[in-house]
């Protein structure tokens, strides 16, 4: 039963395309969370150079190490995380959402998960492709044998664990997709506790920790004491750098985290890597090299500034217009928007695609707990998302009363 939210948007926004061709043109993209900015110039010289290496005798390379080259995953450990880890506890591969589903292949079909509700939908689906769920329940929308962790405007979108069943896996993501909310040091440092009480695995999300400027708030799960012994750290290059449509990724496995008989759970997890992949592309890796040097870095900075700037257009224009309430923003290029007067999410996503032509993410897509809320997206072209603020704002500010 159910089916991945993205493409069921893709549906839609055709069907209304389909139905007003003279609007096709119109239409701007606030939805799906996909960088629009092109590759910058070093960056992509380090994958261009990557594709000439292949052309030539002396430094033409076929099949690589499952895990990783050696010199990215050091970069990674070193300039990522400080020395925090190790590079033989890094694992590259072809992105983020790609590991979600190998850990779960790890995992296994007996596990019980935890996920934030709202969240990203892969953590569920994943988990009922692996036969680790029941029937979904027609009224809450609810699978069986999934622990739905509330994040509300009130408990600050940080679930509260201690106060739910024990999981095996407790996925979070911080910053989080959809809401926007950067979990502070504390927060994730008592949930960490936690989950070593309950002997839980937590698999951290930081796909969008570049986006964090805050002072004090973790970019990295490993930032935390404790973290070494229950976590697993899912990390992506694809908002990171742009490189969506590129594909690469990593996922870090301390080996300090151990199953119960006290072997290590990267073990197995290298298991699943050199059964199932082939290693990330040559190319695409020698592209990451260079959004690890200096040059690279300050590429990135320019980039990642220029959509959080989109977030700031956005979440104005929604903090002008009365009757809605805006979330996130600030630490994540996402904005969460809790509706007026018990609108539903999927009628609002309808209603706002008709009178405006802009594609939003209904909050019920990322589960129950997203109900009466609409996801926007900062990945956009300036103008783009100048012009949909305008839209936004004449379509939704209620007509004066005469």
């Known amino acids: 039963a159910g089916g991945y939210l993205f493409p069921e948007i893709g549906r839609r926004r055709n069907a209304y395309i389909e139905a007003n061709p003279d609007m096709a043109d119109r239409i701007i993209s606030l939805g799906i969370g996909d960088t629009t900015e092109p590759i910058p110039e070093h960056i992509l010289s380090g994958l261009v150079g990557g594709a000439s290496k292949l052309g030539k005798k002396e430094t033409y390379s076929g099949y690589g190490a499952e895990q990783g080259m050696g010199d990215l995953r050091e970069k990674i450990a070193s300039k990522l995380y400080n020395g925090l880890i190790n590079a033989d506890e890094v694992f590259v591969s072809d992105g983020a959402k790609c590991d979600i589903m190998r850990l779960q292949q790890m995992f296994g079909p007996t596990v019980t998960s935890a996920v934030q509700d709202p969240s990203y939908p892969v953590y569920v689906d994943t988990s009922v492709m692996m036969g680790q769920t029941g029937e979904q329940n027609p009224e809450t929308m609810q699978y069986d044998n999934i622990v739905y962790m509330p994040c509300t405007a009130e408990n600050g979108f940080f679930p509260d664990y201690s106060s739910l069943p024990r999981a095996d896996v407790v996925y979070l993501c911080s910053p989080n997709n959809p809401t926007g909310a950067a979990a502070t040091k504390d927060q994730l440092e008592d949930l960490i506790k936690l989950c070593k009480e309950r002997g839980s695995i937590l698999v951290f999300d930081a796909a969008y920790a570049p986006f964090i400027r805050s002072e004090g708030v973790p970019k990295s799960i490993f930032e935390c004491e404790g973290a070494r012994d229950v976590a697993i750290e899912v990390n992506s290059f694809s908002k990171y750098a742009g490189f969506t449509g590129v594909r690469l990724g990593w996922t870090v496995i301390p080996s300090d985290l151990t199953w119960k008989d006290g072997t290590q759970v990267r073990n197995d997890f290298n298991r699943v890597m050199t059964t199932a992949f082939n290693g990330a592309s040559n190319i695409v890796q020698q592209g990451g090299l260079a959004c690890l040097d200096e040059e690279g870095s300050k590429e990135i900075d320019i980039l990642i500034d220029y959509y959080l700037e989109n977030a700031q257009l956005l979440k104005e224009t929604m903090e002008a217009i009365d009757g809605y309430t805006v979330y996130g923003g600030t630490d994540a290029p996402y904005i969460f928007v809790k509706l007026p007067d018990g609108q539903k999410s999927w009628d609002a996503f309808s209603d706002i695609l008709e009178k405006t032509q802009v594609v939003t993410i209904p909050g019920a897509g990322f589960g129950p707990g997203g109900e009466g ?21 004449e379509a939704l500010v209620p007509a004066p009363v005469a």
């Open 373 to 393: 809320y609409l996801r926007l997206s900062a990945f956009a072209p300036r103008d783009s998302v100048v012009e949909a603020c305008k839209r936004l704002k």
